[in-house]
């Protein structure tokens, strides 16, 4: 028995060759990999002989003729919001619904407007109503974890707080499923939808949190109508894709044979569709969820009340105690939504019901007892204050922010040495060099290097697409910030993408190592972008540095379990032709699978961009700059308005441009290499 490998080109079979003994005959560059060299080149050369001039720099106070007129906009919008048909038949009626339908929320569970401001439920009664629909849709377990964690948000003193941002969450995840799932339904079954759908969805999910605020302010004013709007818009994309994969994923034959049997299309749907593709739906209900809480925290910034005005105030004052408390609060709010919406996707799941220890009437009777006990604590929660307001002399909030404080503190004046001095060693080292090298080069040599990269990677009408980004962001007067904002992101992504190749190996080519490591990486997706801010503004400071740190941590999950999927798709039999050739594991690694996995790694580049240029823009409120500043200060500033506008849209062309590179450098097919097979002689 021998292992032999079969030449493509030549379809003979020959020896797999061992790196051992025989050497690689040099490969010629090819054409992309001249084509990229030369714009690295063109950039260098650009850099060391122009740098310094014709950088575009626009000081933080100062407008551009666009920046006047968008404020003169904003002025005109408030001065005829009352008379423009527009806004009088179209969309203050849309906000006045969206603001009915989260005022109910909010006045049954967080806040009524009339006596002592206590919601129609006291918090006795949301524990038993919310677990009793944890049982119902989940399990015990999910049911225990929910009135465990809502409990819990009364110690920390922050149970109004949570119910506020809950409220708005079931509002915004209402919302997006009536929208989301008859979108999803008709772009499962009708190919021209999902043709036209696709694109926006795309374009949807590249934008960061930070650039649906301003413009929805803008034309719904600040406040929970708002917040919830730019939530259903955030959160819709998931729930339509995996409803449409779930319609598109039924066996054609399953489908046929429904059709034989005369059914019509509604009855299809109805009865064939919708159900075998119900885990999918409500696995898109879960990524809506998620979704939803991550923007619901960031809308604080247009007054959505709750844990997120919480944070942002803390951030604000660089109160690490109660930002962490607030934060604390935020993912064990992440933690309950997600395993509840777990739990219903499994239940979900066919043949789950043959599946359950507990007998379909045993659990019956279980959710009449339960049920009756929460519509007593509701009872309770309605005529008792004790049960209506949570006891204040059962705060310990006080308690962990002190301690955390404290904890800061300490840190901060015993590890300021390592920390301070690790910092202002890569801010000096890295930082400053590579945004020095992107803001100082003249903006006509950096258009002219990134194009080519761009033509290098998809072809001209990648390059036309970049150049006219680019040109956009020209037009809009923030290139300076734009390239500032680009030297974080590009810095945050290596960082993770060598994390990626390194936990993402390790993960793809050890079940063991998968399974501890890819739980943790689960619960990090489940954490809103705010989140990640706070343990780093204790050790670090309000600085770019810690947004950066933040960007990296919030990204490396995504791009871990990336590689790590691809590196265990690769074909056992090519790993063990390399093996029995005599290849070393590194060879393996470096040789083998990651070469056969370059696409994957792309992939995993391009989200790990998306996902750092979020958190880096979300950064700015610890101090980032760049885009994300002048986005914050335009809420805070009336006058810089028309700036913070146009920075949300910087941020809108820049992550398209970079989007659409990493999707084309994922796209190009790798070099094709010799497909290990196995004979016998």
Request: aromatic fraction near 8%.
């Amino acid at each position: 028995m021998s292992v032999l490998v079969r030449d493509r080109a030549t379809a003979q079979p020959a020896p797999f060759p061992s790196p051992s003994r025989t050497r690689e005959p040099r490969r010629r560059p090819t054409r992309r990999t001249i084509l990229l060299a030369s714009a690295v080149v063109v950039w260098i050369l650009g850099f060391v002989f122009l740098h310094g001039t014709s950088t575009l720099t626009l000081p933080a106070s100062e407008l551009t003729d666009l920046h006047r007129s968008l404020n003169q906009f904003n002025v005109w919008v408030a001065a005829n919001r009352a008379d423009n048909p527009v806004f009088l038949y179209v969309l203050t009626p849309l906000r006045a619904g969206v603001d009915a339908v989260a005022n109910l929320f909010i006045t049954t569970f967080a806040a009524s407007s009339t006596g002592l401001r206590l919601p129609e439920i006291g918090w006795l009664g949301t524990v038993g109503l919310l677990g009793w629909i944890a049982l119902a849709i989940g399990n015990a377990r999910v049911a225990l974890l929910t009135v465990t964690i809502f409990i819990f948000f009364g110690f920390q003193g922050l149970f109004l707080e949570a119910t506020y941002t809950f409220a708005l969450v079931v509002t915004a995840v209402l919302l997006t499923l009536l929208v989301g799932i008859p979108l999803g339904v008709l772009a499962g079954v009708y190919g021209r939808v999902a043709k036209l759908i696709t694109p926006v969805l795309d374009f949807m999910q590249t934008l960061p949190t930070f650039v649906y605020l301003a413009p929805l302010a803008l034309i719904f004013l600040i406040g929970p109508a708002s917040a919830v709007i730019a939530t259903v818009i955030y959160a819709a994309p998931p729930v339509i894709r995996l409803t449409a994969h779930g319609i598109r994923g039924i066996p054609e034959n399953t489908r046929e044979a429904s059709d034989s049997l005369g059914t019509t299309g509604v009855q299809r749907l109805l009865t064939l569709q919708l159900p075998m593709a119900r885990r999918t739906i409500v696995m898109g209900i879960n990524q809506s969820t998620m979704a939803a809480l991550s923007m619901v925290t960031i809308a604080a910034l247009i007054a959505a009340p709750g844990l997120g005005q919480v944070v942002v105030r803390a951030l604000q004052s660089l109160d690490v105690g109660t930002a962490v408390n607030a934060g604390l609060s935020i993912v064990l709010l992440a933690i309950m939504l997600d395993r509840v919406t777990t739990a219903a996707s499994r239940r979900a799941e066919p043949g789950a019901a043959r599946n359950r220890r507990v007998s379909r009437r045993t659990r019956f009777i279980l959710l009449g007892i339960t049920l009756v006990l929460a519509l007593v604590m509701v009872q309770l929660s309605r005529t008792m204050l004790w049960a209506a307001a949570f006891p204040a002399n059962l705060d310990i909030g006080r308690v962990i922010v002190q301690a955390v404080s404290s904890a800061s503190e300490w840190t901060q004046a015993n590890l300021s040495l390592f920390t301070v001095s690790f910092r202002e060693a890569v801010t000096t080292g890295i930082l400053n060099p590579f945004q020095s090298l992107l803001t100082e080069t003249p903006f006509y040599i950096l258009v002219a290097a990134i194009a080519l990269a761009a033509y290098a990677l998809g072809g001209w009408k990648l390059s036309a697409l970049t150049t006219a980004c680019l040109g956009v962001i020209i037009y809009l007067g923030l290139w300076s910030d734009s390239m500032v904002t680009l030297a974080a992101t590009l810095v945050a992504t290596t960082v993770v993408m060598v994390l990626g190749i390194v936990f993402g190996v390790a993960m793809g080519r050890s079940a063991r190592v998968d399974q501890i490591m890819r739980p943790m990486l689960d619960a990090g997706q489940t954490m809103p972008a705010f989140v990640y801010l706070v343990p780093f503004l204790g050790l670090f400071g309000a600085t770019r540095f810690t947004a950066i740190i933040a960007g990296i941590i919030y990204a490396a999950p995504v791009a871990i379990k990336i590689t790590a999927d691809g590196i265990a798709a690769i074909s056992p039999t090519v790993v063990e032709a390399a093996v029995s050739s005599g290849s070393t594991p590194w060879q393996v690694i470096t040789k083998v699978q990651l070469p056969m996995a370059r696409q994957t790694l792309a992939l995993a580049a391009n989200q790990g961009l998306i996902y750092v240029l979020a958190m880096v823009v979300v950064g700015a409120l610890v101090g980032a700059g760049g885009l994300g500043y002048d986005v914050v200060a335009g809420f805070v500033q009336s006058s810089l308005f028309g700036k913070g506008l146009a920075a949300g849209l910087a941020i809108v062309f820049l992550g398209i441009l970079l989007d659409r590179m990493t999707q084309a450098a994922a796209a190009t097919p790798a070099r094709k290499t010799p497909s290990p097979k196995t004979s016998t002689t």
